[in-house]
């Protein structure tokens, strides 16, 4: 009988001082191999002995975005790459993805314009039957976040392949990236989008609507977000104005709005999510045109 095989995602976070960026966005090969040892070493203590799991690691570290897309490509990507690898019924295993001839398989490869945040993030996987993964998906999750900092030797490495100053190096599941990505967004005043980004990773089916002047009005269903695009009067008009905005604001108040929306449509990019925008004129309903 076929064993059912599952994947449990997580990253190896480090944390960088501040005002300075990595030197190097990955490492050969040969350095992923060695890595990938420490990241074995240090998860050890959460993985039953001799459990036949295969722990893949990307040597490389990418923007916090990078993983959160939704169909979580870059994992998924990692974890057919090591389905596909040599060994694969051979029990526990570790596998490491590093350059070839300073490349990495296209899918795998960092985003150079998205380097310039402190936190980065290294992506692996524990690969396993069922019955083996699942238990330890939920002690990670209990676990991982209060008691997952990464050992000395495995932050050095990571800190001297990458030319990186790594102040903080510990282990996350991705529902903790999540947790912490969303006080992120709540901190930078985008609590507002939050939900949208979380239910394009969770439930990319669900609707969710932003409808809070002065925000954007914008409506996700179907993983596609459609954002009303009006000019001044049809924003007006749609009583998207601040509350109180007198004449001589308006046209400031505009400004705000479409730089706002300038910035939400470069977040959702980031995350891949697709942004339709929806024309909407003087006399239309931008909240009927965005539910067609």
């Known amino acids: 009988m076929k064993t059912d095989i599952e994947c449990c995602f997580g990253a190896l976070a480090l944390e960088l001082a501040p005002g300075t960026l990595a030197s190097n966005l990955a490492m050969d090969q040969a350095h992923a191999a060695e890595l ?24 490389a570290h990418v923007d916090p975005v990078e993983l959160l897309r939704p169909g979580w490509p870059l994992h998924n990507t990692l974890a057919e790459l090591a389905a596909r690898a040599p060994g694969e019924h051979e029990g526990a295993r570790m596998i490491a993805f590093g350059c070839h001839e300073r490349k990495l398989p296209a899918p795998l490869t960092p985003d150079a314009d998205l380097v310039g ?24 999750e209990n676990e991982l976040l209060e008691t997952g900092m990464a ?5 050095l490495y990571a800190q001297q392949r990458f030319g990186a100053k790594v102040e903080h190096a510990r282990y996350l599941t991705l529902h903790d990236l999540v947790a912490m990505m969303a006080l992120q967004y709540e901190h930078a005043n985008l609590a507002e989008l939050w939900p949208v980004i979380e239910a394009s990773l969770f439930e990319p089916d669900a ?13 996700m269903s179907g993983g596609t977000v459609r ?15 601040p509350e109180h905005t007198t004449p001589e604001h308006l046209a400031g108040n505009y400004e705000a709005f479409c730089a706002r929306q300038r910035q ?14 929806v024309p909407c004129r003087v006399g239309s309903d931008p909240r009927e045109l965005l539910r067609r």
């Open 207 to 219: 609707e969710r609507v932003i409808d809070a002047p002065p925000e954007p009005l914008l409506r």
């Open 264 to 277: 939400f449509e470069a977040l959702l990019g980031a995350h891949h999510i697709v942004v339709e925008p």
């Open 117 to 140: 945040g402190p936190l980065r993030l290294l992506p692996w996987l524990l690969r396993g039957p069922r019955e083996l993964i699942a238990p330890l998906a939920e002690q990670l």
């Open 36 to 59: 990938v040892v420490l990241v074995a070493a240090d998860l050890s203590r959460f993985v039953p002995a001799q459990a036949p799991l295969q722990l893949a690691l990307l040597g």
């Open 151 to 155: 050992g000395a030797a495995t932050a």
């Open 227 to 241: 954002m009303a695009m009006l000019d001044i009067d049809a924003w007006a008009d749609a009583g998207l104005a």
